[in-house]
């Protein structure tokens, strides 16, 4: 346990205080709590003998041999010492061996001399002062450490066996090294995570798997605790309602597989791997987004652990300022630890995908563009233009290859899907996997990597795809181009994603009509910088049709103005509930609001 050391140099008189009676028998032997309450009650009587008030205090030092269970109770000193206008330097510090068998905790403490100003700083032996402002300032691991270790939470601390793997996101290009990360495996263990963060003086990451962890990392979080909630799932389905309760860090395959064994499926993303809550929470778009909308709007209420460390739930008719809120804030207003999901009747979906070899791009990109014109809401898909390394993993259609890809979701009747889908078809695709498959397979249709994968990216929303901008994207990405890419990927909206959702949150609409999303893999540091590089200067070549708008989910570093994320006011207003909620600024998401 690291610790400091008080100084004598601006303070008076040392006083010692411990649990033992008038003729020195120890009182309350092992019971850390009854030990700290008659310290403290006997430091306040030899200060009163000595004429002196708790207020002349200027540091208390709390010796131990059990520093994680003097930890655990140290509210009993610091409660006594705010309501009688205290506040000293208090620190926790472990010793070898108690003053008597059985004790658990004694007090060594100094006064300032008589006279002087109660603004006199204490300092330690370098001189440094020590703040007098704060109650608390002892080491935050040791703290985490106590309060933790009687609730059970898993805790990682650095230089800790399993720190490195806890640490690690889905997304290995983002190095995160955070104060500390918790691993809960009960709302109980979250709400303890959450309390002992903040006794600390941390603050609260929640996070998932991590597949958007890449703009959290771009911060220090050597003053955060990472609330990994991977290892709090369940899903529990109501057919008769249609609705799921998602708990904590459960991902969407998990909520498939359930919501398919009614005949149900949920708006879900791309890949099965990804947690409900950040994609949820933070928009979500889906195949089945054009006619049904974002994922967020789907969730009909949340469960939320908030900075007091309290379970709040929230829905439209509790706590409606917060649902409304982190629908769109996400981890901005606190842990979500349960969400509740309206679900569809879709036991299967019309799905698959279209390939061709990427010489054919000209005439297939300018195709897909034009037949997304005119399609009807039922349809949503997304075109790719992809390279893919040679590698012997990989399905020799793919290996060393590079493509066009177009795939998605056409939510009709077999016939009425093939007639949709003729102007592609007859483009004479050299792969074609639509057809009707269940519900938990579109899942797999995107070919979304299978696993942890480092890449960086970047994106912006499209307010319109004019021939010249195709002309433009063809340019970049076409035949004959080395972009150091693994995609560039427009993703076709419109429809119900455009149109505010009836009672939806923050985020309940994405005005544009395409997204773009280009991604590169970054096993190193500079094939990083490499893939930002050319992630941008597709972008860069399509800004005269790109609106200002930013899509929280695909965002990969930080948003220097997360107002962009939202229609106006939105931002204004999260802020507001935000610091009804949070006012000290406890958790902290990707994109802050």
Known sequence: MTTRTTSTR????????????????????EDPAAQLALATARLE????????????????????????????????????????????YVEVRAVHAPDLPGMVVALDATTRPLGTPTTDEPTDEQGTPMSLTTPLHTDPAAILRAHLGASGCELHLPGDPGYDAARTPWNLAAQ??????????????????????????????PQSTGHGAAALAETSLGDTVVLRL??????????????????????????????????????????????????????????????????????????????????????????????????GGG???GAVVAIELSLLEQPDVFAGMLLWD????????????DWTRSVPESVTTSLRVMSFPPLPELPPFLSGRDLVVVDGAVLEDDDRAAELLAPLRALAPELDTFGR????????????????????????????????????????????????????????????????????????????????????????PAAAEAGYVAARSVVAAMGPWCSDRTVLNFAEQRVADTATAYEPGVRDRLRAVRAAVDPSGVFRANHEV
């Open 45 to 88: 009587a030899e200060l009163a003998a000595a004429g002196r008030t708790p207020a002349d205090l200027v540091s208390v030092i709390v010796r131990t041999a059990e520093p994680a269970a003097v930890g655990g109770v140290l509210d009993v000193l610091l409660e006594r010492l705010e309501a009688t206008g205290a506040a000293p």
């Open 437 to 524: 498959i269940p519900a938990p397979a579109l899942l797999g249709v995107h070919m979304d990597p299978p696993g942890p994968t480092p890449a960086v990216s970047e994106h912006a929303v499209l307010d319109t795809l004019p021939d010249v901008a195709v002309d433009a994207l063809l340019a970049a990405v076409g035949p004959g181009t080395r972009t150091g890419l693994l995609f560039a990927e427009l993703r076709h909206l419109g429809g119900a994603l455009g149109r505010p959702a009836p009672g939806g949150g923050a985020l309940a609409s994405l005005p544009g009509e395409y997204a773009l999303l280009c991604l590169a893999m970054a096993p190193t």
């Open 331 to 333: 981890g901005n207003l």
């Open 176 to 205: 995160q090294r955070p104060a500390a990360v918790a691993v809960p495996r009960s709302v109980a263990e979250v709400r303890a995570a959450v309390t002992a963060a903040v006794a600390a003086g941390l603050r609260v990451a």
């Open 358 to 369: 990427r010489e054919r791009a000209p005439e297939v990109v300018r195709a897909w563009v």
């Open 230 to 327: 991977s290892e709090l799932t369940g899903v529990t389905v109501d057919p008769a309602a249609r609705t799921a309760r998602v708990v904590g860090g459960t991902l969407w395959q998990d909520v498939a597989a359930a919501a398919a064994e009614h005949g149900l499926a949920a708006l879900h993303g791309s890949a099965g791997d990804v947690a409900v809550a950040g994609y949820a929470l933070g928009g979500g778009l889906s195949f089945y987004g054009r006619q049904h909308g974002l994922a967020a709007s789907s969730i009909t209420g949340v469960e939320v652990v908030v900075a007091d460390g309290s379970l709040v739930r929230a829905s439209a008719d509790e706590h409606a300022e917060l649902f409304w809120a982190v629908r």
């Open 10 to 29: 601006s303070a008076g008189t040392r006083h010692t205080a411990t649990p033992v009676d008038d003729v020195g028998r120890l009182l309350h032997a």
